[in-house]
């Protein structure tokens, strides 16, 4: 069972100042890419939560999937908000860690909030 949670910011420095302290950091603009790193690095871990920020105005996605033992960073591929590329690959990346599509669509399309931050609590 997962729980997913998302919050609206007013200001930046609400969520670009948290530092997760990545031990991997992936980069590609690419939701293919980003999806197929991100799920190769799953492989090796047991993720506990997936936080994603987002500011649809600047194009801003990052994306923590944070563990017991390391971290890992996704800057730009896995988006969310709206209906495109990105969020297909967020969502895919969400269903491997076992969070049924159905369960997070409503979530990770609503395009509610310009700046958010987007939290799922994996079990």
């Known amino acids: 069972m997962a729980y997913i949670f998302i919050k609206e910011v ?4 609400d969520y670009f100042d948290l530092d997760y302290n ?3 950091t992936i980069s590609f603009a690419s939701p293919d890419m980003s999806y197929m ?6 492989q090796l871990m ?8 987002r500011d649809k105005v ?4 990052e ?7 390391y971290n890992v960073k996704v800057i730009g591929g896995l988006t969310s908000g709206y209906d495109g590329s990105g969020v297909r690959a967020f969502q895919q990346l969400l269903e491997t860690c076992g969070i049924p599509g159905e369960e997070s669509d409503e979530y990770i399309t609503s ?3 310009t700046k958010a931050v987007l939290t799922v609590e994996v079990e």
């Open 111 to 113: 395009s509610q909030y």
């Open 46 to 53: 047991k993720p506990k939560k997936i936080i994603q920020n």
């Open 10 to 13: 007013h200001k930046n420095e």
């Open 58 to 61: 600047s194009l801003f996605y």
């Open 22 to 24: 990545p031990e991997v």
């Open 37 to 42: 790193m991100a799920e190769a690095a799953l």
């Open 63 to 69: 994306t923590f999937i944070l563990s017991d033992y």
